[in-house]
T-cell receptor, first 112, second 113 residues
């Protein structure tokens, strides 16, 4: 089935550094979403993108919907220890079920 | 954001028994609910999509008789793992979608012994 390629798989950074991760797809999506998952919890929605080229911020997080509609990136600026977790991108195509396709996740570790 | 409550958060059951997991949208009506399974250090794998009042649509490879899904109201969906076996041990997560985006429950850690 459809798959999203998310990279990097993991990152280990120093507190205060900026972080960037991205997702690419072989097919077009109408919606891109970014979620964060803490251990033992369900994913929490961070940012939703609905238009090609759209750039949206949520505090220190910024995400963009690629012009080709086949990619998206998420940036985290000035990382802090509580940013630790797994970040997932998810895309939704034209399916009327509304189901999401998830990336493999990026595990972020922040060293104080 | 919207609240989706999943219960129980953890359950241990004996092999051969059935387990029911509930997913409730607390402050919105969920026309569609999704059930996922997640293995350690892996992404979410969609098991099935359910719409209120109709039969669930299962993804390829997911046994519908094994994983019974009921979406009887706009605020409640249940997943029943029937005749559970140790290989069914996993983290199960629901999500609910109304007019806005899908919000996830807290997940259920199922351990079959």
């Amino acid at each position: 089935g459809q798959q999203l390629n998310q990279s990097p798989q993991s990152m280990f950074i120093q507190e205060g550094e900026d972080v960037s991760m991205n997702c690419t797809s072989s097919s077009i999506f109408n919606t891109w979403l970014w979620y964060k998952q803490d251990p033992g919890e369900g994913p929490v929605l961070l940012i939703a993108l609905y238009k090609a080229g759209e750039l949206t911020s949520n505090g220190r997080l910024t995400a963009q919907f690629g012009i080709t509609r086949k990619d998206s990136f998420l940036n985290i600026s000035a990382s802090i220890p509580s940013d630790v977790g797994i970040y997932f991108c998810a895309g939704r195509g034209s399916s009327n079920t509304g189901k999401l396709i998830f990336g493999q996740g990026t595990t972020l570790q922040v060293k104080p | 954001g919207a609240v989706v409550s999943q219960h129980p958060s953890r359950v241990i059951c004996k092999s051969g028994t059935s387990v029911k997991i509930e997913c409730r949208s607390l402050d919105f009506q969920a026309t569609t609910m999704f059930w996922y399974r997640q293995f350690p250090k892996q992404s979410l794998m969609l098991m099935a999509t359910s719409n209120e009042g109709s039969k669930a649509t299962y993804e390829q490879g997911v046994e519908k008789d094994k994983f019974l899904i009921n979406h009887a109201s706009l605020t409640l969906s249940t997943l029943t793992v029937t005749s559970a076996h140790p290989e069914d041990s996993s983290f199960y997560i629901c999500s609910a979608r109304g007019l806005a985006e899908a919000f996830f429950g807290q997940g259920t850690r199922l351990t079959v012994v």
